[in-house]
């Protein structure tokens, strides 16, 4: 009798100390807060789970140190990533176990990340200048003009006015280049119809006796002006910029120093300009032009 009492005893206490230390050892996948770990792919973020903790919060960041996403959780050990990167890169991952508001532990991994670009979602055009759409992770941009290379620029623009300077139809191709993270994206292309503009005026002059200085020109019966444009330039100042159906121009008021002038003549058909016709006189007190 006393023999089995012991032995009730004894089992007893052993089974005691199994179920203390089955209370005091994580489940699986669980850990303490020192043992806390974080494993990442491009693809999904896996942690180790804290029995205190209620809520955990993922951070990632750039190369540059800038947060591009975040998200919290309560419960969750995984979460999948497929929108946290907004292009290729390395970035750093960061999860941070909280106990209601109290910070328990957090844990960081790096990933890398590839992936290729999209192309721009728009290209347009104005006064020559092409404009497009930014796109995130783009180190810089390939234009292509109707099949021949432009350049490379990075910014999303380019000052086409000298190729579109003819007229014509245009067909623009523009590719974002990215790098050993980025793969470059196709090509967006959109076609510009641009009106071809008119030649300039003909046999234009400008004389300056005494005290008068007139410009005056001949229109091109077959180009059709609708108006023209002129400019008179002293010492890089523009000193008028004005617009005229006739064909001259009474330039004697804004002539009155002693010097060299350049005026710049356009004709103007349907808002469109001609090149430009520039012509250089001197103006001497006492003198005519040279």
Do not use: H
Request: charged share 20%; net charge negative; glycine share 6%.
């Amino acid at each position: 009798m006393e023999a089995s009492l012991k032995r009730a005893v004894m089992l007893f206490l052993l089974l005691a100390l199994l179920s203390a230390a089955a209370l005091a050892a994580p489940a699986a996948g669980t850990a303490r807060a020192d043992d806390f770990a974080l494993d990442a792919t491009a693809e999904v973020a896996v942690w180790s789970a804290i029995p205190e903790a209620t809520d955990y919060v993922l951070s990632v960041k750039d190369e540059d140190g800038k947060e591009v996403f975040s998200a919290k959780t309560r419960g969750m050990t995984r979460f999948p990533l497929a929108e946290a990167f907004p292009c290729g890169g390395e970035y750093t991952l960061t999860v941070t176990a909280f106990s209601d508001l109290s910070p328990l532990s957090s844990a960081s991994a790096v990933v890398s990340v590839f992936s290729s670009l999209s192309p721009p979602s728009f290209a347009d055009l104005s006064e020559g200048v092409l404009t497009w759409s930014a796109v995130t992770g783009a180190k810089s941009y390939s234009l292509v003009v109707n099949g021949i290379p432009v350049g490379e620029y990075t910014l999303p623009s380019a000052d086409l006015s000298r190729e579109f300077s003819a007229g014509g139809v245009f067909t623009v191709s523009v590719t974002a280049l990215g790098d050993s993270y980025n793969t470059d994206s196709e090509a967006f292309i959109r076609t510009f119809t641009l009106p071809v503009p008119p030649l300039p005026p003909e046999d234009a002059r400008v004389s300056v006796t005494g005290g008068i200085c007139l410009a005056s020109w001949i229109s091109r019966e077959d180009e059709n002006a609708d108006a023209f444009v002129y400019e008179l330039i002293f010492e890089d100042e523009v000193l008028v910029s004005a617009q005229t159906t006739l064909n001259y121009a009474d330039l004697s008021a804004l002539v009155s120093k002693d010097g060299e002038y350049l005026f710049v003549l356009y004709a103007l058909r349907d808002g469109v300009r001609s090149a430009p016709l520039e012509i250089s006189f001197s103006k001497t007190t006492g003198g005519d032009a040279a």
